[in-house]
T-cell receptor
Framework: GEDVEQSLFLSVREGDSSVINCTYT??????LYWYKQEPGAGLQLLTY?????DMKQDQRLTVLLNKKDKHLSLRIADTQTGDSAIYFC???????????FGTGTSLTVIP | SQTIHQWPATLVQPVGSPLSLECTVE??????LYWYRQAAGRGLQLLFY??????ISSEVPQNLSASRPQDRQFILSSKKLLLSDSGFYLC?????????????FGPGTRLTVT
């Protein structure tokens, strides 16, 4: 299956850390991704992780992957108002030709 | 560098009218191409993908169709639009070869069916 699930909303205060969670069902995932979508725009790739990795850090972003539980998270440190957007997790499976996206988490940063 | 274009940016069409959305990619060859729909308040739904000219795979049955007449051109069409076709349509591409499957998205087309 290709079910990818996320909670729909998250609110945090400016300067706090945000943690966005995602669960997926397909154990043959090769890469897992986090995308950001600002209002009225396309998706922008933030970061990705190969399925044999546990963690990846990129400046304020930390991705954690628990392959056993099929759980992916994105932590944004020192969240800023410019981080307000919808965040999608996605997976690509073995063939690499197909991507499956979660429903998106709308992050609101409160000043 | 590679760029992806979509047009039109916004479209308002009456129910029953035809549809044609176009996507083109520059700066690469033999890309994999994708059409997604994002309905209001929902996530992305993969509609079609293509690994080459004339090769189209459909993910969901619907009244939409896709065509790839040229290597870097992907077209989404409908003969008769339904109200439920309203949404934000995104085109994306990935390199056709290689093991790193990053997707690059276009700016999207906002379709409102009235």
């Amino acid at each position: 299956g290709e079910d990818v699930e996320q909670s729909l909303f998250l609110s945090v205060r400016e300067g706090d850390s945000s943690v966005i969670n995602c669960t997926y069902t397909d154990s043959s995932s090769t890469y897992l991704y986090w995308y950001k979508q600002e209002p009225g725009a396309g998706l922008q790739l933030l970061t990705y992780i190969f399925s044999n990795m546990d963690m990846k850090q990129d400046q304020r972003l930390t991705v954690l992957l628990n392959k056993k539980d099929k759980h992916l998270s994105l932590r944004i440190a020192d969240t800023q108002t410019g981080d307000s957007a919808i965040y999608f997790c996605a997976e690509s499976i073995n063939t690499g030709n197909q991507f499956y996206f979660g429903t998106g988490t709308s992050l609101t940063v409160i000043p | 560098s590679q760029t992806i274009h979509q047009w039109p940016a916004t479209l308002v069409q009456p129910v029953g009218s035809p549809l044609s959305l176009e996507c083109t990619v520059e700066g690469t060859s033999n890309p994999n191409l994708y059409w997604y729909r994002q309905a209001a308040g929902r996530g992305l739904q993969l509609l079609f993908y293509s690994v080459g000219i004339g090769q189209i795979s459909s993910e969901v049955p619907q009244n939409l169709s896709a065509s790839r007449p040229q290597d870097r051109q992907f077209i989404l069409s409908s003969k008769k639009l339904l109200l439920s076709d309203s949404g934000f349509y995104l085109c994306a591409w990935t390199p056709g070869t290689g093991s790193y499957y990053e997707q690059y998205f276009g700016p999207g087309t906002r379709l409102t069916v009235t």
